[in-house]
């Protein structure tokens, strides 16, 4: 067996092992379509107000000079689909938060990934990243061959959907590559666009940001949410997974097996009167492993009384 294909094999089979549930492999090259997307992207303002999406422009679009040296692209598909729900009628939250911070999940995940490379292939550079670096991690699955964009902007895979995590893993040794994934799977079906409540999936596969439930309950920080958007959350408190629940790919979803995303029990239990009792000291403490300390106590009040209002 030739070195790049044992090389290959062997860093998929670690995936794995690891618990990743896909692992695709492509060339460290300029993203040249990539990159003019996402100047338009940027030029409309689509960002809101997420001004490090501004940042470091020549680093999304180039591996090699996020990472110098770079040779391949490794990116690896996390599945943190839950299999409980939470209580009717209590402020929704997305999926990904139910459990422990996915960032903090996967760096360690990374960590040992590239330990254990260096361990039998040798004295390799890499470095790992999870949605906190100018990494277009979509991109990037979609050129493994991991799946499409599809038209709510999210990765879709054939066999499990879109409900899943996206690390990527830069290494400075040559491997063997995977071939882009060339179709797309969303066909005619426009039922992410026509039910997204604030319009915020426009044709074409774009995303407007700045008109997200996601980015007023999350990213929008130490701001009011506009008047403009009241009526419109259906009881989004953090985040929003409407454009998922409704995409029929996500038919094959099945529960996560990592046990650190098992759901916070706060999260499935909670009624409207818990969350509005809830003290910040509480917060801190029933949530001090969760995505939903990225808002802060004060960010989910907001969003709480936004939401109550907007009723």
Known sequence: MALLEKN????KQLASKLGFDNCGIAKAVLLSADAKRLENWLNKGMHGNMQYMENYFDMRIDPRKLFPGAKSVITLLLNYFPEQKQKANSPKIATYAFGNDYHEVIREKLKHFLTEIKLVIGEIEGRGFVDSAPVLERSWAQKTGLGWIGKNGNLINKQSGSFFFIATLIVDLELEYDDA?????????TKCIDICPTD?????KVIDGSKCISYFTIELKDALIPDTMKGKFDNWMFGCDV?????????????????????IPSILNFTNNDW?????????????NSPLKRSKFAGIKRNLTFIKKSS
């Open 8 to 11: 290959t094999q062997f860093i």
């Open 181 to 189: 994934f060339a179709k797309d799977y969303c066909g005619t079906c």
């Open 200 to 204: 915020a999936i426009l044709p074409d």
């Open 243 to 263: 454009c998922q629940d409704v995409c029929p790919w996500n038919r094959f979803s099945k529960p996560t097996t990592e046990i650190k995303f098992t759901p």
């Open 276 to 288: 509005e009792e809830l003290t910040e000291e509480n917060f801190k403490l029933i949530f001090k």
